[in-house]
RNA sequence: GGCGCGGUACCCAAGUGGUAAGGGAGAGGUCUGCAAAACCUUUAUGCGUCGGUUCGAUUCCGACCCGCGCCUCCA
């Protein structure tokens, strides 16, 4: 078996195999930087962020492009009413979108910034003006002549056949060829920020950067293009438009593309009160662990509904997945093996690999790891776990990890960053209870609930209940739980 | 209006032409000084509605109802 992808241009799941042999080329439409990552965003990049993991996993190497757009009218507009400039106020987001990235677990792609491609794109136009696919405008604006790309609408399955004449020309857009003609370069407009190019003054328009930055980055033909539902019209018919009529050659060859999430059964709004970005949700006390888990349980293409009810049972998961791992690496266990856990774990990690291949069934890839880890907490209870199981079945949880992400016990210093960050900020009235309470639960390091456990142990042996009752509920409160296992006492954080 | 997606148990959510994964929650039980973890049993003769094809459909086809997305630089 080979992975399979739901290709937006075909309109059907395809064998996917890079041009290369074993190199995969690809590139995801990044954030616009004027504001703070909302978690619409960051399933569409945990999304394509699995793709590249499990491809790296497949023994892939890949070339991974994220681009950031730290120019557009939305940016022009905030800046000015911050006071600040444009520079200023990207590199604040920028840098915020990098950790909260990091925060949810996404392996940092290579990232490339329009600004920083001026010139390049200049050079774009130009060339596609040499060509007579692009025209400049009166005042100074650059535009693509869809009428020059017959294909145009391939991708997102649109016929603009009789909208191409002209026949309906927008009032506002005085001197274009054609009202779907998309602009390339901005003219500058008075107060505005603009780059002197060989073109002329401006701006770049937003799909030219995307063409620019892959091709330049991936070549003019590469492995995969991906991005948000929204963007198939008409940011990557434009990219395709621009590219494919410059070239002549296939742009993308696959494109990925991520399907909305609801909240709370409603299109996320700020109008509906249900806009959450990732660190509205931190901030609320959640674990950035249930966060991911919760946005990688659904296949990429169905509908999520993200609802608070959801990030409570996602968090039980991972707990469940972390206790699991916990038991079989503290535990002790006879020499030996028992090839019914051999197989356990190797068919988990069989069937993981089976579902991710079948166009990243992650829903599937999680049963499958579930269903591991059923049968060896019953063998475990059964003491039907050898020491040379152990490896085999942490080997699958840790395969399953490499893509999902979650196992790592790190939310507690990834909290108290974003509890921090509200501090530094002057929000401490946006810092829930929830919030403050995991962040304290650091209080204790680990020596002193090692001490703590040790004076439990003392007491309990000495069935002096209630010093060890009282010592427990202290660490409880602290947000630790303690365990009396048969191989001694585990704790962990909460 | 054009194009597309979906409606599966209390919740989230896979899936298949032959009678429904997984997680959470609830109930009962085992274990246990307490606690926690874990395990077992249990919760859809049912998969939006109505027809059709078929030996047989939740899975294929048609109609309808409901929800959602794109078609205006929102991932």
């Known amino acids: 078996m080979a992975l399979r992808l739901y290709n937006t241009m075909s309109s059907q799941v395809e064998e996917f195999v890079p041009l290369r042999d074993r190199e995969v080329r690809m590139y995801a439409c990044g954030p616009t930087v004027y504001g703070y990552g909302h978690i619409g965003n960051f399933r569409t990049f945990i999304a394509v962020d699995m793709l590249q993991r499990f491809l790296r996993q497949s023994g892939y190497s890949v070339h991974y492009v994220m681009n950031i757009t730290d120019v557009d009218d939305k940016i022009i507009r905030n800046a000015a009413q911050d006071g600040v400039s444009v520079q200023q106020y990207t590199a604040k987001f920028e840098k915020a979108f990098v950790e909260d990235a990091a925060m949810i677990g996404i392996e940092q792609p290579t990232l490339v910034r329009a600004t920083e491609h001026i010139t390049q794109m ?16 009166e005042d100074g604006s650059y535009y693509f002549r869809i009428a020059s790309f017959p294909q145009y609408g391939k991708l997102s399955k ?89 070239t002549g050659k296939t742009f993308a060859r696959f494109w990925f593309h991520v399907r909305f999430l609801l909240v709370e059964g409603e299109k996320m709004s700020k109008s509906l009160g249900n806009f959450y970005t990732l660190r509205d949700l931190v901030l609320k006390g959640h674990k950035p662990s249930s966060i991911r888990y919760l946005l990688t349980s659904v296949p990429y293409r169905n509908q999520l509904n993200f609802t608070f009810d959801g990030l409570k049972q996602a968090a039980v998961s991972v707990e469940r997945l972390r206790n699991f791992q916990q038991r079989l690496s503290t535990g002790t266990f006879p020499s030996g093996s028992n090839p019914a856990m051999q197989s356990l774990a190797k068919d988990a990690g069989d069937r993981m690999k089976t579902s991710l291949e079948d166009d990243l069934n992650t829903a599937q890839a999680q049963a499958a790891i579930f269903e ?20 085999a079945l942490l080997t699958a949880l840790e395969k399953f990890d490499e ?40 209080r204790f390091s680990e020596a002193e609930i090692e001490k703590k456990i040790a004076e439990m142990e003392t007491a309990r042996r000495g069935r002096n209940f209630k010093v060890s009752d009282a010592l427990r509920s202290e660490l409880t409160g602290a947000g630790i739980v303690i365990e009396n296992t048969k191989d001694g006492v585990r704790w962990r954080r909460k």
Not at 122 to 137: G, N, P
Not at 217 to 245: C, K, M, R, Y
């Open 372 to 391: 591991m880890v059923r049968s060896a907490n019953s063998a475990l209870d059964a003491s039907e776990i050898k020491q040379d199981d152990v490896p």
């Open 122 to 137: 200049a050079d774009f136009v130009a060339r596609l003006v040499k060509k007579d696919i692009a025209y400049r405008t």
């Open 158 to 246: 649109k016929d603009f056949g009789g909208m191409l004449d002209g026949a309906r020309v927008d009032l506002d857009e005085y001197d274009k060829d054609s009202a779907r003609d998309f602009a390339l370069w901005k003219a500058p407009k008075p107060g505005e920020a603009f780059w002197d190019t060989s073109i002329g003054p401006g701006r770049p328009g937003w799909h030219l950067e995307c063409s620019v930055m892959s091709m330049e980055e991936l070549g003019e033909t590469f492995d995969l293009h991906a991005g948000g539902e929204d963007l198939v019209f008409p940011h990557h018919e434009n990219e395709i438009a621009q590219s494919e009529s410059l």
């Open 403 to 442: 893509i999902f992400a979650v196992l790592k016990d790190d939310d507690g210093a990834k909290m108290k960053a974003v509890f921090d960050w509200a501090s530094s900020e002057g929000r401490e009235k946006d810092i829930s209870a929830e919030l403050r309470e995991a962040v304290q639960s650091g």
